[in-house]
């Protein structure tokens, strides 16, 4: 009988995938699964309601506040000036430097998307950033690689992320042994797009720059209009992880601390009415910005309860395939980690879902080595996807074809995963 249902539920599982693949709306897709899941699985009627609809989700309510939380401080490093400047200022450099030009500018991606987050920060930053790019005679489809990797790069310690991966494994504690994987992570990425732009860089052609700038709709010479803001507030993105790091303090007062900082050091508290109009005018953006993807993860979190309690079934078959060792299970990962392409099953807002669910109900190993260990394959996809929506627009604002993005972000973020997958043993796994 076990056999019979265990069949049936991975028969729902590849129609998922199958779904997914058609562009099939995720939100609803993991609703049905979660019923399908509920029923298929036998779970009793009262134990649904409890354990699938109702305390996944009550429970997940404490994270989604870092979420909200973490969108809000995004915003305020918009909107008070913080991020186009830094952004503004790294296309000043000169176009003598072309090479060193291209670094400072995912670098500086890096740092933003440390704490920001979201495809509306991404336009935000893109529109200035990428056509800094092209202004130095960066191909489009190689200005887009870097800068779509440049931005995967940091979200190993971006606690908006951070705190949707703990859908799947709410054990799992964002500091300590896990900050300094996702720091040393994170650095690896960007190390590899270093090197990823140095091997590409006899393709720059200056000659090329103004056919590029309007192929996008941009010019040379166009003139932004940033605000002024002392250099000290460039600091401002890395404060939330730094006061992790420094005095242990949890994500939501230190998120706290640098959006006052922020408003502070920009002049947003140069009066009462002014400050309380940013603040306001922050706080709707920011949450309207997740609204979607807060109904998301929610509806998410029942999927998972569902899995969870269905995760036994399944004990026998990954007892048999999964390795017991942490080293050989990090190294199978970071192998077949293109597998988290196209929200498939190694990408966890995706047919992973059930992957991340089922391992975490099984208990072989603990959360804190299993959110790392599927968040680097994730991360594979967020870098380099095509279904990831700041990708999306990417393609649609560089006029690059889905191809080019794939050509160029896999092999790197192949490289990067198996790095990265023996680091997650390194540091979480022994």
């Known amino acids: 009988m076990n056999t019979l249902i265990v069949c049936l539920l991975l028969i729902t599982f590849f129609g998922f995938i199958f779904y997914i693949f058609k562009g099939g709306n995720l939100m ?46 995004g915003q305020v490093l918009v909107e008070s ?20 030009t291209a670094i400072l500018v995912v670098l500086v991606t890096a740092l933003i998307f440390s704490s920001a987050y979201g495809v509306g920060s991404v336009i935000a930053i893109g ?8 202004s ?3 191909p489009r489809p190689i200005a887009l690689t870097a800068f779509s990797l440049a931005i995967g790069a940091p979200m190993y310690i971006n606690v908006v992320l951070f705190n949707q991966m703990k859908a799947f ?55 932004v209009e940033v605000p002024k803001i002392p250099i000290i507030a460039w600091v401002i ?14 994500a939501i007062p230190s ?16 009066n009462y009415k002014k400050m309380m109009s940013f603040i306001n005018d922050t706080i709707q953006k920011g949450i309207s910005n997740i609204a979607g993807l807060i109904m998301f993860l929610l509806i998410l979190t029942m999927f998972s309860g569902a899995a969870t309690l269905n995760a036994q079934r399944f004990e026998p078959i990954f007892k048999v395939i999964l ?75 560089m006029k690059v074809q889905s191809k080019e993005l794939l050509k160029y972000g896999i092999p790197v973020m192949w490289i990067v995963s198996i790095i990265n997958e023996f680091l997650v043993y390194i540091f979480l796994g022994r």
Request: charge should be positive; glycine fraction near 8%.
């Open 28 to 73: 609803l897709g993991f609703f049905i699964m979660a019923l399908l899941w509920t029923v298929i699985g036998g779970i009793s009627y009262q134990k649904a309601i409890v354990n699938v609809f109702a305390t996944p989700v009550a429970n997940y309510g404490s994270t989604i506040v870092y979420i909200i939380f973490g969108s809000w401080f």
């Open 81 to 100: 000036g913080i991020a186009p400047a830094v952004s503004h200022a790294t296309g000043r450099f000169g176009k003598k430097r072309p090479l060193v």
């Open 127 to 134: 529109v200035i950033l990428l056509p800094v790019l092209l």
């Open 136 to 138: 130095v005679g960066v």
């Open 169 to 223: 494994f709410p054990k799992a504690v964002y500091g300590g042994k896990y900050l300094i994987f996702g720091i040393c992570a994170a650095l690896v990425q960007l190390l590899a797009v270093i090197i990823f732009l140095a091997i590409h860089a006899h393709k720059f052609d200056a000659s090329k720059a103004e056919a590029n700038l309007q192929e996008v709709g941009a010019t040379a010479d166009r003139k």
């Open 237 to 250: 993105p890395v404060v939330p992880v730094a006061m992790n790091i420094i005095f242990k303090w949890d």
């Open 255 to 270: 998120l706290v601390l640098a959006s006052i900082l922020a408003m502070l050091l920009t002049g947003k508290m140069a």
């Open 323 to 397: 390795p017991h060792s942490t080293l050989a299970i990090c190294i199978l990962i970071g192998i077949i980690a293109p597998l988290s392409l196209f929200r498939g099953p190694l990408q966890v807002w995706g047919a992973g879902a059930a992957t991340a669910a089922v391992l975490s109900g099984m208990h072989l190993f603990p959360d804190s080595f299993l959110l790392p260990l599927l968040y680097t394959a994730t991360l594979f996809a967020v870098s380099t996807d095509i279904t990831q929506s700041w990708n999306v627009w990417g393609l649609g604002y």
